[in-house]
Structure formats: structure tokens, C-alpha cells
């Protein structure tokens, strides 16, 4: 059985994020906590410009170079994961509460579907033993087309090409 996978707080990953950067001798600045919360308390994978919309929906003004440098540190200090789904560009999502999990990608949509499987965490520990390979960590993304794709091409194609009278299948 398959289940999404469970988020951390985004107020505790922000926590973490101060606690990494004055741990660093970095500076804790209103812009860094304000991209790093863009990505915290997203409803999915941002990219940079979806940060950027954010940010000016915030009315803050945050450079582009210090929304990637910020992407930059969050992804050192281990909060942060890079995606790249094959758009031209990369996407960010938080890190999950010690869960490890998969991603289905629409190839017409772009909806990302997050899953996590123990079937396939089993599988993926008997794969490496039956090849005595020792399993460090993996990454599986699944490409298609999601439900509500599937539904509206099957509705388009429908009327542009009914089934006439009589006519064979």
C-alpha cells in the first residue's frame, strides 16, 4: 500500500534553518527566513519563480541571486531537496519527517504525486542483496499521465472522433 509522505512543521524547519545559519556564523536576515518559509509552507515543489511570486505577493524584496543563494545554504544545511522533473528548471521541497519517498510526475500537467511504499523499500533492499550491492540511498521517479489528464484526453479524443452509426470498433 502506498500513502503520502508526512511533512514537517514548516515553523520547526525554520527553527532548524536559524539554529543551521547561527551555527555557521551566517546572518539570520528577514529575506533568508522569508524564502526559506516560500519553500517551508508550500502546498507542493516551488520552483524559484514560484518563490519569487510569493515573496512579492508578501510585498518583500528579495534579489533572484539571494533567492538561489538561500536554495543553496537550505539545501547544505539538509532542509531543502533539489528536483529536476525534466521542465528546465529545478524545483524545491522540504524535507520530510524521516520518511524517504518517490515521486509520479504528469508528463502533460506537471502535477508532482508524492508516495512512499514499503513494498518497494523492501524491493529495493532484495535488488541490491540478490547484485551484492550494499544500498546507500536511491531516487525513483515515475513519469505518465495523472487521472485528470487521462479523463480530459479520453474526453477530447471522444468528440473529435465519435463512434458514427454502424461503424465498426
Known sequence: MTSPPLKVDGNVLLEMFRRYLRDHN?????????????????????????????????????????????????????????????????????LVAQSHHEHLICLSCGRVVEFSSERLERMKALIAEEHGFRHHHHHLEIYGFCRDCQTRDAATLQREHPLREGSER
Not at 28 to 54: K, L, N, P, Y
Open 26 to 94: 551566517l546572518p539570520v536576515t528577514q529575506q533568508r527566513e522569508a524564502v526559506a518559509g516560500a519553500v517551508f509552507f508550500a502546498d507542493s515543489h516551488v520552483s524559484v519563480g514560484d518563490i519569487e511570486r510569493v515573496l512579492r505577493e508578501r510585498r518583500l524584496a528579495v534579489g533572484k541571486a539571494t533567492v538561489y543563494r538561500t536554495l543553496s545554504v537550505l539545501a547544505s544545511a539538509g532542509l531543502v531537496q533539489e528536483h529536476d522533473f525534466g521542465e528546465g528548471f529545478k524545483r524545491y521541497e522540504p
